[in-house]
């Protein structure tokens, strides 16, 4: 019988609460190969440990570092030659394009978030922008993420079209930021785990599309199919919703 040839694998950031589930959910492959990770926090025994990102063997790198580290971290991992999964938040603007450039003779791929429903949710009101006057954003998460916006109502808001106006909100925020022309309003709390409203509006409608992740879990099914089609992924991507409308040609 022909063994499948395993793709081996070092998860960055491998003892938090994504890297546990995203170990987890490779030893239930055959394809892949779980064999290193790079956390500071890991007590493990089973991996190989890095203790830092350098003289990587494994044949891909996927990266859930937090924000406040993964832009070093994307330094780090561009002198390898192993492809790279990023599912970290914080991304700035300059390692975004080192990664694209990077992404000639490998594949790189960056989702901001692995969630099916926050991926449609980008499809739709990229479809709906042109459609209504204004727009605004309002991301809710638990009090323990550094970043704010998320990296999922960044990239959203970077997505729209710049001329779209954006409508004041009263109310009591965490933090308020305007990006691409675009107002996005970041709640933390513990009562959180994931959730974004974008709300869309004309002089006589309004129309708002929200997304709630109930448990961590819903991230698995995006990382399947991360996983699934990683193998004829070329080069740069940038979203699940790309390969999301790839497969089902929206």
Do not use: C
Not at 1 to 25: C, D, K, P, R
Not at 188 to 214: C, P, T
């Amino acid at each position: 019988m022909n063994e499948i040839a395993s793709t081996t694998v070092l998860i960055s950031g491998g003892a938090g609460a994504m890297g546990q589930l995203t170990s987890e959910y490779l030893n239930s492959r055959e394809d892949y190969s779980l064999s290193a990770i790079h956390d500071p926090n890991y007590k493990g025994k089973e991996h190989k440990v890095y203790r830092e990102l350098a003289d990587i063997k494994e044949d891909l790198v996927i990266e859930f570092s937090p924000a406040n580290i993964i832009n070093d971290n994307v330094s780090k991992l561009l002198v390898s030659d192993a492809d790279i999964i990023i599912g970290s938040s914080g991304l700035s603007s300059e390692s975004l394009m080192n990664l694209k450039k990077s992404a000639v003779n490998r594949k790189i791929i960056v989702i901001p978030n692995f969630s099916l429903g926050a991926a449609y949710q980008k499809i739709f009101s990229n479809s709906l922008s042109s459609k209504f006057k204004s727009v605004n954003i309002i991301e809710k998460h638990h009090s323990k993420k550094q970043d704010a916006p998320s990296g999922t109502a960044y990239d959203l808001a970077n997505s729209l079209s710049p001329e779209m106006l954006s409508s004041d909100l009263e109310g009591k925020y965490s933090d308020v930021n305007k990006v691409n022309n675009k107002n996005i309003y970041s709640i933390r709390g513990d009562e959180y785990l994931a959730e974004q409203i974008v709300n869309f509006e004309n002089e006589f409608e309004s129309f708002h599309l929200e997304h709630k992740v109930n448990d961590r879990r819903a991230y698995l099914y995006g990382m399947k199919v991360v996983l699934d089609q990683y193998k004829v992924i070329e080069g740069f991507n940038l979203g699940l919703e790309k390969i999301l409308t790839d497969q089902i040609n929206i």
